[in-house]
Structures are given as structure tokens and as C-alpha cells.
């Protein structure tokens, strides 16, 4: 008698997010519906199985109590977790430069006083659970997630490029917005994974695939104000992607 | 009929080896490229094994023949480094089937301030180029390096004539001016020694804490070589595939020396400038002897931050920094 063998589960779930990387999954869904089988998505499917997942992509940061309690329960029903997008992996724009303010006051201007928004200060999924792979982008590369979610059916860690963006805009050999047109451009510390898409159009990379390796945010500081930016604007640039306040407020600009 | 690359313009500054179709489209002021021609041989990313799930072979791509038209002396003198490498024992066969496929037209040139070819002995054309064109204004001096490029000259006979004395002037005038145009000129031969010297120089702490680690100064290098190895599954019709891809690496990035076990022998970018700065200089002290540095200059108009720039080092760690280094380092 043959075993009929079921094809992977994956489940694609969001948190405190845009839904921007939903709509690439779901855009994409088509070219791996062969592969796999739809168990959870509750974004583009009514029918929805959080049980025994083989693999989950989890979109948006952990900013509600509820939050928290998804997140742990998808940890522990999957055998890879998936952070996709800049919000689940970074925190992004609630964790980043709205960081300066506190989540209380936040929920105070916003909502009302006394308002039963239970808001938390907005984190990455890594704060609570582990994560095994993490995929930036605001919103994601569309290849870049079929090369992650091919790599996880054959049990392979993804590679993931953490180089920054001006290796793939040199590969392109655009002239350097930075250069030629001081541009405020944050290829140097932004991770690639877009192919350089603004500089290749004649704009500044703005970071939103959130920091690179190790990114050098002094110099990058430095160089930026050199050319004439104000400090505050480069920090406000630098952080609305994913550069933690804390890192900020530390900055060391020689000028 | 393969294709024909040859300088276009990319952006105000800026001229990339693109593929070109008429003669209008080519940039014949470009001094440098942005890419050195490295990227026809050993391109920046290209797959070297695949797997159609059962079995894993070698990628072999078939390559037409084509020619680059408009390569100067230093990119000619980039790529008989790169030969060096690539073509020795062991050979990599898919620089090799690229590298046999070409066709190589050099193209004389006048230096900018950034240049110093000639002070890395990279300012002549020597060997590497199937035709090297020397511009003499109203026509050019053909130099033809062997049987095929000779065939080539035979098939369009009607546009030249056999060079008379007075071209050979003009071409020994050509040479000889732009010999005195230079404006770096020391002796490349103390490199190594200087460097030797310099390697505690507080220079290397204040060019680090500025360099971002963007690696923008290895890609465009015509000898920079490094590149890493990644695995990468795919989505293919039917089943999953997966290729071994080479793709540029650069000394630069934080991950290049990093090992086993968390430890990274170049950590930060102060580190990782210095040891850029000896490669580039100093070489390896390799059996091949391979010159590091062809003196394109162009690093030092990649870098966002100001801070490639080998002359200025050089004259710097030769401790006269005010001096212009006419034909020696102390
Ligand atoms: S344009 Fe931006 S991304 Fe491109 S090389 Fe310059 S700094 Fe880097
Ligand atoms: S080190 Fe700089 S100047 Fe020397 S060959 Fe490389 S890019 Fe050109
Ligand atoms: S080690 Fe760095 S400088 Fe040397 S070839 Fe490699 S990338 Fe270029
Ligand atoms: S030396 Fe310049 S081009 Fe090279 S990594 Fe540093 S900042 Fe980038």
C-alpha cells in the first residue's frame, strides 16, 4: 500500500501591520499552489486550519496584547516561522521613530482618554518568539519570497542577501544619486533585496527594507549632513524604517 | 552575429559598457566606466551549478561571440590580472568560455585628475586587446594583436590605409603627451614597503569611522575578484530546483571575514578599509604576483564618502603630504 503523502501546510498570517505583504503572498499564491496546501489565510480565505503548519509567514509587529497570544500560539503549531515584511522584522514605522513617544499617550491622542486600547510599544516578532527566518521589505520582494518559501519545502535555510543596497545598484550601474546628485540616499545602509529599484530611477533610497548588516549609521550620518541635511531630518530618515530610537539618540556625526 | 558593447552614457557623470547598435549610441569621451569590463567575464552573478532535483551538474552557458569596443589601457591591464587569476591552474571554465568569445577593441585615452595608471605601470596597452585605436584626431592608429583581429582589418580593407611615417609620428606624439599629463607620478615600487610602514598610521582610524561600508569600491575595481557562493532554491514549472550561484562579494561588508563559531577577524570598518587599502597597494604575497591596483581612480569616484583615494594615502603615509611625489617616495 502507498502512503499518500500530503503536501506541505503553509499558513500566512498578519499582526499590527499594513497587509502590504499579504497582497504579495496572495498575488503570488498562484505559482505555489501546486506546492503547497493553503492551510491558514484568513486575509483571502474563509476556511481557515491553524493546526500542525509546516510553514508560517507572519506579517506586522507585536503592538496589542492579542498580539502576543497569536504569535505564540503560531509559534508553537509550526515548524518554520517566517517574519515577512519590515513591521515583523524590525518593528518598523510603529516601533521606530514613534518610539520617542509612549504607547500610553500615543493611544491618548489618538483614541480617548480611558479608551480599552490595550496598545503596546510596538516590537518585532523576535522579542517574543523565535523566529527562524527573516525576510524585509516594506512591502516584500515577491522573488525574494518565492526563493524563501522554495528554499523552507526542501528543509534549507533561505539565503537572504544582508548586503547593502549599493551592491545591487552598482550591479545595475546607475550613476550614484548620492554622489552626483546629493541626493539623501540611504543605499549604504539599507538592506538590499529590491535591486536598487529608486536609485535605478534617478531617487534616493529611502530604506525601506529596513538597516543592512551591521549598517554604519554614523558615517552615513556624517556623510549626509556634510552635504548639507539637517540632523534631525536624517534621523527622522534613518528611523522610519526600522532603526531603533535608541540607536539613533546615540549617533556619533563628525562634522 | 554576437553583440557589440562599447561606453553609453548612464546619467550626467556617468557612462556604463552597454549593448549598442549604431555608432551615435556610444560615448567615445567616457573615461571610465562605472563597471569595469570585468563584468563580461566574470559577471556579478552567474550560476555555476544546477540541480533538477535528483542530479547536480555543472552550468554550462553557451556564449556568443561579442566584442567590447572602447577598453583603455588600464582596464586592458585590469583584465590580465583577472586573466591571471581566473586562467591559471585550475582554470575557471566560465570565465574562460567568456573571455575566449570576446573580441577586444582598446581605445587610447587622455588622464583626468583621478588617474594614475601610469604610476601602476598600467598606462600602455600591452597585451589583452585584439585592436587597441589610438586617436589621432582626424583618424586612428590600429595596433592589431593577432591572426583573428588581422582577418578582421582584411574584411574592411576600404576603411584603412597602411600607417605612413607621419602616422607613426602622430602616434609616438600621442603617447608622449600623454605621458606629461599625469598629475600622480611615484614609484609603485615602494608600495609594499610604505604600506609595511604605515600599518599603524592613525590615518587608517580616521578614513574607517568615516567609510559606510556601502562596498561600492570593489565591484568597480577591475582586479577585485572576491566574490561568495550561494545556494538557492527555485520554483520551476513542475518541481523545485536549485542552483550554486557566484555572486561579487566585497571585502567591505561586514560578513567577509566572518567565521565559524560568531568570531570575525575584520569586524568593524576601520579594519576593513586598512586591509582594503593593503590589498589595493600592497597585494598579496601571492606566487602570481598580482598587481592589485591599475590606477583607474575609479574607487575614488565611487566612494559617497571621500575617502578612496590611493594617491593622497600614498602621499600621505610617504609622510609629504604637501609634496606633489614627482617620480619618487622617500
Ligand atoms: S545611488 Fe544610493 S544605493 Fe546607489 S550607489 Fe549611490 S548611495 Fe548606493
Ligand atoms: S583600487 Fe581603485 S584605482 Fe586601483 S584599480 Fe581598483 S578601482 Fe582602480
Ligand atoms: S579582498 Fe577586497 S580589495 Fe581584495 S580583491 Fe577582494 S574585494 Fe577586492
Ligand atoms: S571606502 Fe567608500 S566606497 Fe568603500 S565601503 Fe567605504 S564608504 Fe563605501
Known amino acids: 500500500m502507498q502512503i499518500e503523502r500530503r503536501l506541505p501546510r503553509i499558513a500566512v498570517q498578519g499582526l499590527t501591520g499594513c497587509a502590504g505583504e499579504l497582497l504579495v503572498i496572495l498575488e503570488n499564491l498562484g505559482s505555489v499552489l501546486p506546492f503547497v496546501q493553503v492551510a491558514s489565510f484568513p486575509f483571502a480565505q474563509s476556511k481557515n486550519d491553524l493546526s500542525d503548519i ?9 503592538s496589542q496584547k492579542h498580539d502576543i497570544d497569536s504569535i505564540k500560539e503560531i509559534r508553537a503549531r ?3 516561522l517566517v517574519a515577512v515584511g519590515n513591521c515583523a522584522v524590525h518593528g518598523c514605522v510603529q516601533s521606530s521613530t514613534c518610539s520617542r513617544y509612549k504607547a500610553k499617550e500615543l493611544v491618548e491622542a489618538v483614541y480617548a482618554k480611558d479608551s480599552p486600547i490595550e496598545a503596546l510599544d510596538a516590537k518585532p516578532l523576535s522579542s ?3 523566529v ?4 524585509s521589505g516594506c512591502p516584500i520582494d515577491k522573488n525574494q519570497f518565492l526563493a524563501v518559501l522554495a528554499s523552507l519545502l526542501k528543509d534549507h535555510l533561505p539565503y537572504i542577501i544582508d548586503r547593502p543596497v549599493c551592491l545591487e545598484c552598482k550591479m545595475r550601474e546607475n550613476g550614484c544619486v548620492l554622489i552626483e546628485k546629493n541626493l539623501p540616499c540611504l543605499g549604504p545602509v539599507t538592506a538590499a533585496g529590491c535591486g536598487a529599484l529608486c536609485p535605478s530611477f534617478e531617487a534616493a533610497c529611502y530604506g525601506c527594507f529596513g538597516p543592512c548588516k551591521d549598517p554604519q549609521l554614523n558615517a552615513m550620518a556624517t556623510v549626509l549632513s556634510e552635504k548639507g541635511y539637517n540632523l534631525s531630518d536624517i534621523l527622522v530618515r534613518l528611523g522610519t524604517f526600522g532603526i531603533p530610537e535608541q540607536v539613533l539618540s546615540n549617533l556619533d556625526v563628525k562634522r | 552575429m554576437g553583440s557589440v558593447y562599447a561606453p553609453v552614457r548612464v546619467s550626467d557623470q556617468s557612462f556604463a559598457f552597454r549593448s549598442v547598435r549604431d555608432e551615435a549610441e556610444i560615448a567615445f569621451e567616457a573615461l571610465r566606466t562605472i563597471l569595469p569590463p570585468k563584468k563580461f567575464f566574470y559577471p556579478a552573478k552567474e550560476t555555476i551549478l544546477e540541480c533538477d532535483g535528483d542530479e547536480v551538474k555543472e552550468h554550462i552557458e553557451v556564449v556568443e561571440p561579442f566584442a567590447v569596443f572602447g577598453v583603455h589601457p ?3 591591464a585590469g583584465l590580465n590580472a583577472l586573466d591571471k587569476i581566473f586562467l591559471s591552474t585550475p582554470q575557471d571554465s566560465h570565465y574562460q568560455r567568456r573571455r575566449r568569445a570576446a573580441f577586444i577593441i582598446g581605445l587610447s585615452c587622455l588622464p583626468d585628475k583621478h588617474c594614475f595608471c601610469k604610476a601602476m605601470k598600467a598606462d600602455a596597452p600591452g597585451k589583452g586587446y585584439d585592436l587597441f585605436l589610438t586617436d589621432l584626431e582626424d583618424k586612428y592608429f590600429v595596433q592589431v594583436n593577432n591572426q583573428e583581429a588581422f582577418e578582421f582589418i582584411l574584411s574592411c580593407k576600404e576603411f584603412m590605409h597602411l600607417a605612413s611615417d607621419q602616422d607613426n609620428q602622430g602616434y609616438k606624439k600621442f603617447w608622449n603627451d600623454r605621458d606629461s599629463m ?4 611615484f614609484d609603485s615600487a615602494q608600495l609594499p614597503n610604505l604600506m609595511d610602514l604605515g600599518w599603524d598610521h592613525p590615518l587608517w582610524q580616521e578614513l574607517g569611522e568615516r567609510c559606510l561600508s556601502c562596498g561600492n569600491c570593489t565591484p568597480v575595481c577591475p582586479t577585485c575578484y572576491c566574490f561568495d557562493m550561494t545556494d538557492v532554491a527555485m520554483f520551476n514549472s513542475e518541481k523545485v530546483e536549485a542552483e550554486r550561484q557566484r555572486v561579487w562579494d566585497s571585502c567591505q561588508f561586514s560578513g567577509f571575514a566572518a567565521v565559524a563559531g560568531g568570531e570575525n577577524f575584520r ?3 576601520v579594519d576593513r578599509l586598512k586591509f582594503w587599502y593593503r590589498h589595493k597597494l600592497h597585494g598579496f604575497e601571492d606566487p602570481i604576483e598580482i598587481p592589485s591596483c591599475v590606477g583607474c581612480g575609479r574607487c575614488t569616484v565611487s566612494c559617497p564618502s571621500g575617502i578612496d583615494d590611493l594617491p593622497g594615502v600614498i602621499r600621505i603615509l610617504a609622510g609629504r603630504p604637501q609634496l606633489n611625489l614627482e617620480g619618487e617616495i622617500a
Open chain 1, 54 to 62: 509546516d510553514i508560517a509567514f507572519v506579517e506586522g509587529s507585536v
Open chain 1, 78 to 80: 509550526s515548524k518554520w
Open chain 1, 128 to 130: 517574543y518568539v523565535n
Open chain 1, 132 to 135: 527562524d527566518v527573516e525576510l
Open chain 2, 74 to 76: 588600464c582596464d586592458l
Open chain 2, 182 to 185: 599625469f598629475e600622480h607620478n
Open chain 2, 267 to 269: 569586524p568593524g570598518p
